[in-house]
């Protein structure tokens, strides 16, 4: 009887974790909804703005601003995205370990390198492991445009100052719930600005501006700054609420296969239970017989 009472309480256990992963899951496919409507509301405009970006590009000398500035690389710095919180199955283990594969062909080459955690879950791990310009936690729950923009302040300045040399974005690129992939893009130096192979040639467009194309250049590009760290934010917060919602709904396919699992043996368990105690008054019926 105590191995069956035993199993009852394993079963209510795992149905309690059951209802838990089951309302998580609820949660996260809310959140998603919400972070994905962001995300894929927001590329058209970062697609649009890189086009007139380099369509602008173009018409100026490559060297004609601070952040397009190309330098022998010597000391680079690695903004690394992940989430506030766990429980989104190995969401922010891929981010991690393409970091750490990042750093370490980069100390390969024999460059400093200085790490940037943007979320809890990066930060806490590589607090004790690298060096550490600054961070952000606690702020992929809920953001907006001025996270960006106040990443953007702490990272524009020392690069335009030579503190550092290059600088580069680990995130995690969206696709669908399943499919979930670290990607990295250098930021400092920007990339592909104002090159030939930037702009399709049968979209290239000849705007008309004003004020002069140096003034905008330097007006547009700590935006496409922001604009580049403000996508990379929704698409892994896309990312997370995706991945948690996989894998609540996994924790609760297997918290049901779990539950059948002990009600089948629990159901044994009684029957024996319940056979043994025939063969008991079987037993005792005859040796009563026996004694009369």
Wanted: a positive charge.
């Amino acid at each position: 009887m105590a191995a069956l009472k035993d199993i009852k309480r394993k079963i209510a256990a795992v149905q309690k974790t059951k209802q838990i992963t089951k309302a998580m899951n609820m949660v996260a496919a809310s959140k998603f909804k919400v972070a994905q409507q962001r995300m894929e509301n927001f590329r058209p405009y970062a697609g649009k703005f890189m086009e007139v970006l380099n369509s602008l590009a173009l018409r100026v000398d490559a060297n004609s601003h601070p952040l397009l500035a190309v330098r022998p690389p010597k000391r680079i710095w690695v903004i690394c995205m992940t989430s506030d919180r766990g429980l989104c199955g190995g969401f922010n283990t891929n981010l991690i370990k393409a970091a750490e594969r990042f750093v370490k062909t980069k100390e390969a080459e024999r460059l400093e390198v200085t790490l940037i955690p943007v979320g809890r879950k990066g930060r806490d791990y590589f607090r004790k492991k690298a060096k550490i310009a600054f961070d952000r936690a606690d702020v992929m729950g809920k953001f907006d445009m001025s996270l960006a923009a106040a990443i953007s302040q702490d990272i524009i300045p020392p690069f335009i100052r030579e503190e550092y040399d290059e600088l580069y974005l680990i995130y995690n690129e969206f696709r669908n719930v399943s499919s979930q992939r670290p990607a990295v893009v250098r930021l400092f130096p920007l990339p592909a600005i104002g090159s030939e192979e930037a702009v399709d040639p049968e979209k290239r467009i000849e705007y008309i501006y004003e004020p002069s194309d140096e003034i905008l250049l330097d007006r547009l590009l700590p935006m496409y700054v922001r604009v580049l760290l403000f996508r990379a934010l929704l698409e892994t917060s896309a990312g997370e609420n995706g991945a948690r919602m996989a894998a609540m709904d996994n924790a609760t396919r297997n918290c049901d296969e779990l539950i059948g699992s002990l009600t089948l043996k629990f159901n044994k368990a009684r029957q024996a239970a319940i056979t043994a105690e025939l063969m008991d008054i079987v037993g005792g019926t005859e040796a009563l017989a026996k004694s009369s």
